[in-house]
T-cell receptor
Framework: EAQVTQNPRYLITVTGKKLTVTCSQN?????MSWYRQDPGLGLRQIYY???????DKGDVPEGYKVSRKEKRNFPLILESPSPNQTSLYFC??????????FGPGTRLTVL | AQKVTQAQTEISVVEKEDVTLDCVYE???????LFWYKQPPSGELVFLIR??????QNEISGRYSWNFQKSTSSFNFTITASQVVDSAVYFC?????????????FGKGTTLSVSS
């Protein structure tokens, strides 16, 4: 089954404790991206990757890092999480960057 | 700059009513894509439709229909005979084709509540 998976689905952590949210897709898509969703703001892009070892900032990259060492994986790294990074995070992938397939979401709470 | 506006923050209807969710977009590109996504209470994003800028035909899928009008930069979504299961947040989104790293630009969403 073609899908985008994210782990963990739910995470509660404390300020400053480094964390990684994994994202994996099995569709051989070149394009992957991360979004965050906040009430009243819709979804905003954090980072994207056009291919292996090619990443770039989206609209709200501050406080996040990503890496793309393999085509299927695109982890989101929060080196020092802060409460304002409490959000619902979505990973997405696509072939050609147009229609994006979304993962199930990761609900992160930073205390 | 690209922008998607969903002016209706919340809509409440009673079952079997028809409801239209408005979406107005801004873009300078001549080639672009418009999307609607549904986000039920469980939180996942469910793809509903994609429409490219060269195809202004309206589309109907069961109780759902979409009206795309380039003249008014609108891509409205109508649910006919709404049901409780239609209760969700609905997002309209825009993607400009041909640009590397093109993000989906989302509206802020419309929360639809359908009561029985």
């Amino acid at each position: 089954e073609a899908q985008v998976t994210q782990n963990p689905r739910y995470l509660i952590t404390v300020t400053g404790k480094k964390l990684t949210v994994t994202c994996s897709q099995n569709m051989n898509h070149e394009y992957m991206s991360w979004y965050r969703q906040d009430p009243g703001l819709g979804l905003r892009q954090i980072y994207y990757s056009m291919n292996v070892e090619v990443t770039d900032k989206g609209d709200v990259p501050e406080g996040y890092k990503v890496s793309r060492k393999e085509k299927r994986n695109f982890p989101l790294i929060l080196e020092s999480p802060s409460p304002n990074q409490t959000s619902l995070y979505f990973c997405a992938s696509s072939f050609g960057g147009v229609e994006q397939f979304f993962g199930p979401g990761t609900r992160l709470t930073v205390l | 700059a690209q922008k998607v506006t969903q002016a209706q923050t919340e809509i409440s209807v009673v079952e079997k009513e028809d409801v239209t969710l408005d979406c107005v977009y801004e873009t300078r590109d001549t080639t672009y894509y418009l999307f609607w996504y549904k986000q039920p209470p469980s939180g996942e994003l469910v793809f509903l439709i994609r429409r490219n800028s060269f195809d202004e035909q309206n589309e109907i899928s069961g109780r759902y229909s979409w009206n795309f009008q380039k003249s008014t930069s609108s891509f409205n979504f109508t649910i006919t005979a709404s049901q409780v299961v239609d209760s969700a947040v609905y997002f309209c989104a825009l993607s400009e084709a041909g640009q590397a790293g093109t993000a989906l630009i989302f509206g802020k969403g419309t929360t639809l509540s359908v009561s029985s």
